[in-house]
C-alpha cells in the first residue's frame, strides 16, 4: 500500500472523536485488520503501567487466539519492549514467550506508540500495538512505523486539544471573574451622571474601572480606573487582585493619599517591579459646589472639559506609578466641577490606538472628540469616542485595552 496514502487514511479515521487514547487505538486496529491491502490477522494493544513495571493486554481482535484478559509482561523479563526504542519503534521477531506461543503466535511485529517515557533505565512507548499476521516482508515494517507515527501524532492531538480545552474554560472563567470586578455600566450620584465602559483587547485585560463607596456613607463616591502594565491573565489577575485591595480600602474611609500609599506598598511587596499599576481615583462629593478630590498615580491625565468655553483642563500625575517605588507620597488635589462640566477618565489605550500608518490616536484628538460630542451624556459620549477610537484603529493587528469614564455634572 503507497504510505502516504496510508498514513493519510489514519489521520482522517483518529479525527473523529474517542473518549480515550485506548478506544481510538481499539477503533484503528479493527480498521487496519479489515484493509485487503495489509496482510494482517489480528493484533493486540498493550498498555504500560509504571507501578508493576509491566505492559497489561488491554484489547484484541481479529482472527487470533485469545490470551487471558490482562495478562501483564514485565518489561524487565520481556526484551521484545525494551528494544523497541533502541530499534525505530517497530521490531519484527519470533516469538520466545511461552504463553504467547500456546496462543499461536509465532512471528509477530511490535510497534511503540505514543511519546517515549524513561522508567528507571528503559525508554519506554506508553502503548505497544503486537501485529500478527502470515508474513512479515520489510513493506510490513515500513507500514507499521506508518501506523505506529500515525496513531503518536493522533495521541499527541489529542493532549493538545484537551490541554487547548481546559484553557479555553479557565479563560472563561477568568473573563467571568474580570467582569465580576466592573460595575454597571451606568450611574447617577448627587449632581453626577456616570457612564464607563472597558474592552479588553484579549478575552482578558489590564484595564479596569469601578465605583466605590462605603457602605455607610452616602456622601461620596469614589470612580477609580487603572491600567496594568503586563498583559492577558497576568494584567487581569493584577487588576483583579488592585480592585479587590481598593473595594476593601475604602470601607475603612481612610484619607485619600493614605489609601493609595497603602495600596502601592501591597502592590510593591505582591508584585515584581515591572508589574506596575498606573491609577486614577477621584472622589465625588454630595456638595453644591461640586467638589472632587484626585490622586493620578502615573496615569493618563484626566480631561476636565469646562462648560460654555473650549477650554480642557489636564488632571496631570499627583505621584509615580504604583508597585516599584515602596516610599513613594502621593498627593491629593482637588478640581471643582460646575453644572455642564465634563470630566474624561480614559487609558492609553485610547491615545496610543494607531492607524495603519503607525500614527497615534493621540490626546488632541480625544480632547476634539470630546469638544464635539459634550451635548450629549455620558453614555452617548463614551460610545461616540470608542466608535471612534476602533475605525481609527480597524486596520492594525496590534492594538491595547480601552476603558473610559465619562462624569458629566448636570445639576
Not at 4 to 25: A, C, G, M, W
Not at 41 to 54: A, D, N, V
Not at 106 to 132: C, E, M, Q
Not at 279 to 297: D, R
Request: hydrophobic share 40%; charged share 25%; with cysteine.
Amino acid at each position: 500500500m503507497d504510505q502516504h496514502k496510508l498514513y493519510r487514511t489514519i489521520r482522517l479515521l483518529t479525527e473523529q472523536e474517542f473518549r480515550s487514547d485506548e478506544q481510538l487505538l481499539g477503533s484503528l486496529l479493527e480498521h487496519i485488520i479489515r484493509m485487503e491491502e495489509i496482510p494482517i490477522r489480528g493484533g493486540r494493544i498493550w498498555k504500560f503501567e509504571p507501578s508493576t513495571g509491566s505492559y497489561r493486554l488491554v484489547r484484541q481482535y481479529g482472527e487470533i487466539d485469545r490470551i487471558e484478559k490482562n495478562l501483564r509482561l514485565k518489561v524487565e523479563e520481556y526484551p521484545p519492549f525494551q528494544q523497541l526504542a533502541k530499534r525505530g519503534g517497530t521490531v519484527v521477531a519470533t516469538e520466545t514467550n511461552k504463553q504467547l506461543r500456546q496462543a499461536g503466535i509465532r512471528l509477530y511485529s511490535a510497534t511503540g506508540v505514543g511519546d517515549k517515557i524513561h522508567w528507571k533505565t528503559f525508554d519506554l512507548y506508553p502503548w505497544v500495538l503486537g501485529i500478527n499476521g502470515d508474513y512479515m516482508k520489510q513493506e510490513m515494517t515500513y507500514t507499521l512505523n506508518i501506523l505506529g507515527q500515525a496513531l503518536t501524532a493522533a495521541i499527541r492531538n489529542r493532549k493538545i486539544e484537551s490541554k487547548a480545552k481546559q484553557l479555553e474554560a479557565d479563560l472563561d472563567k477568568a473573563r467571568d471573574i474580570q467582569k465580576s470586578i466592573l460595575p454597571e455600566h451606568e450611574l447617577r450620584f448627587a449632581a453626577f451622571d456616570l457612564y464607563g465602559v472597558s474592552l479588553p483587547e484579549r478575552v482578558v485585560g489590564g484595564d479596569f474601572f469601578d465605583y466605590l463607596q462605603a457602605a455607610d456613607d452616602k456622601e461620596r463616591l469614589a470612580v477609580v480606573i487603572g491600567d496594568a502594565a503586563s498583559k492577558g491573565l497576568s494584567a487581569a489577575a493584577q487588576a483583579l487582585y488592585v480592585s479587590g485591595a481598593l473595594r476593601m480600602g475604602v470601607e475603612f474611609q481612610t484619607k485619600l493619599s493614605t489609601l493609595i500609599q497603602r495600596i502601592n506598598a501591597l502592590v510593591n511587596r505582591s508584585f515584581s517591579a515591572e508589574h506596575f499599576v498606573s491609577m486614577v481615583y477621584a472622589e465625588l462629593s454630595n456638595s453644591s459646589n461640586g467638589l472632587v478630590f484626585y490622586v493620578n498615580a502615573g496615569h493618563s491625565s484626566p480631561v476636565l472639559l469646562r462648560a460654555g468655553s473650549d477650554r480642557a483642563e489636564l488632571l496631570g500625575a499627583t505621584g509615580q506609578i504604583i508597585g516599584p517605588f515602596p516610599n513613594e507620597k502621593y498627593r491629593t488635589e482637588f478640581v471643582i466641577m460646575k453644572k455642564g462640566d465634563i470630566l474624561l477618565l480614559y487609558t492609553d489605550g485610547i491615545t496610543e490606538a494607531a492607524n495603519e500608518q503607525g500614527a497615534m490616536y493621540g490626546e488632541e484628538r480625544l480632547i476634539a472628540k470630546l469638544r464635539e460630542h459634550r451635548a450629549h451624556g455620558p453614555r452617548e459620549i463614551c460610545q461616540l469616542i470608542l466608535e471612534d477610537v476602533q475605525v481609527f484603529n480597524r486596520l492594525r493587528h496590534y492594538s491595547d485595552d480601552k476603558t473610559l469614564v465619562v462624569i458629566k455634572r448636570n445639576r
